[in-house]
T-cell receptor, first 114, second 114 residues
């Protein structure tokens, strides 16, 4: 049972345009969401997060939107740069469950074309 | 700070062999985790630990064992390696009680079982 789903395995975007990565979840107990970025042969690195009490969080070129009723979140990158080419993982946590465990989606490979 | 370090980076095992994947963090984090990532899949939690002497199973613990004798180290043991354990293994850590859920990841160990 995949509790966190990223239905697009890959996405290709022109440099300077907006990249939109999507993530859906099924567990209504999830109340904290994160995006991680992963380059080849490296570990994932934290990018941005959002608590369920918010519907938007912004950090520079990165904005995460949360739609709780649809159990959907998205990551917007504006403008997209070649260095943004990586695999992006969505992750979720149910804070009441303890141990701060994360459940990850399958990842979306983003390619930024010059 | 070196952060989270993992050794080895790569390893090839024959079926039935055993090995230990090493993980060390120097951030004084009390929570540590082991994940595996299969191609096209997200990270799956194998085992986690909330402190020295305390470990618990994650989503996919079969075929693995862990121990946590110190705050810094969290080794993962594979007994009787099987081809299904071919994967990339990531160790992660976080400090509890900070209100943040952003786990810090090591660079990974790529394991092939043939």
């Amino acid at each position: 049972d995949q509790q966190v789903k990223q239905n697009s395995p890959s996405l290709s975007v022109q440099e300077g345009r907006i990249s939109i990565l999507n993530c859906d979840y099924t567990n209504s107990m999830f109340d904290y969401f994160l995006w991680y970025k992963k380059y080849p042969a490296e570990g994932p690195t934290f990018l941005i997060s959002i608590s369920s009490i918010k519907d938007k969080n912004e950090d520079g070129r990165f904005t995460v939107f949360l739609n709780k009723s649809a159990k959907h979140l998205s990551l917007h990158i504006v403008p997209s740069q070649p260095g943004d080419s990586a695999v992006y993982f969505c992750a979720a946590s149910a804070r009441g469950q303890g141990a701060q465990k994360l459940v990850f989606g399958q990842g979306t490979r983003l390619t930024i074309n010059p | 700070n070196a952060g989270v370090t993992q050794t080895p980076k790569f390893r090839i095992l024959k079926i039935g062999q055993s090995m230990t994947l090493q993980c060390t963090q120097d951030m004084n984090h009390n929570y540590m985790y082991w994940y595996r990532q299969d191609p096209g899949m997200g990270l799956k939690l194998i085992y986690y630990s909330v402190g020295a002497g305390i470990t618990d199973k994650g989503e996919v613990p079969n075929g693995y064992n862990v121990s946590r004798s110190t705050t810094e180290d969290f080794p993962l043991r594979l007994e009787l390696a099987a081809p299904s354990q071919t994967s990339v293994y990531f160790c992660a850590s976080i400090i509890s009680g900070s209100g943040a859920y952003e786990q810090y990841f090591g660079p990974g160990t790529r394991l092939t079982v043939t």
